[in-house]
């Protein structure tokens, strides 16, 4: 089975791009450039925290509010003066996933409204088509009596 794999990889090679032929001499690290670093841009830039800073962030009134409304604290009482900055993180990701949650409630809700109201109108016969023609016609009337009125 894997013969035919093989021949299929090579028949098609010029078609794969160079990252992702994989070949018996190939090491792992090369072919996965895209996902690691190079060690030389990582030495170029200058580190602007010093590695022996306390760990900890004082969290502002809204940070303290996403720490609340994540669940990660009951009351405000119960938060620290210092949270990681892992924590306030873990908590807006917490807060965006709730709020996408009820943006797809909302939509489908608002789905399912227009789905009635549509059949509604279906009933009193309504279409966009008529209200537009009527419109129209409304416009024509207007026109042609200004044009009338006139001389």
């Known amino acids: 089975?894997?013969?035919?794999?093989?021949?299929?990889?090579k028949l098609l090679g010029r078609n794969i791009p160079s990252?992702?032929?994989m070949t018996k001499e190939v090491d792992l690290k090369i072919s996965r450039r895209l996902c690691i670093k190079p060690q030389e841009e990582s030495q170029l830039q200058p580190r602007s925290r010093s590695p022996l800073r306390v760990p900890g962030h004082k969290p502002t009134d809204w940070e303290k509010r996403f720490l609340l409304w994540a669940g990660h604290f009951k009351k405000p009482e119960d938060i620290p003066e210092t949270v990681s900055i892992e924590t306030i993180r873990a908590a807006k990701?917490?807060?965006?996933?709730?709020?996408s949650y009820v943006?797809?409630?909302l939509t489908i809700l608002g789905c399912i409204v227009m789905v009635i109201r549509g059949k509604q109108a279906v009933k009193r016969h309504e279409s966009l088509t008529s209200i537009n023609l009527e419109k129209k016609?409304?416009?024509r009337e207007e026109a042609s009596q200004s044009t009338a009125a006139k001389p």
């Open 1 to 9: 089975m894997w013969g035919r794999a093989d021949r299929a990889v």
């Open 19 to 21: 990252i992702l032929r």
């Open 93 to 99: 990701t917490t807060l965006r996933v709730k709020f």
């Open 103 to 105: 943006m797809m409630a």
């Open 137 to 139: 016609a409304q416009w």
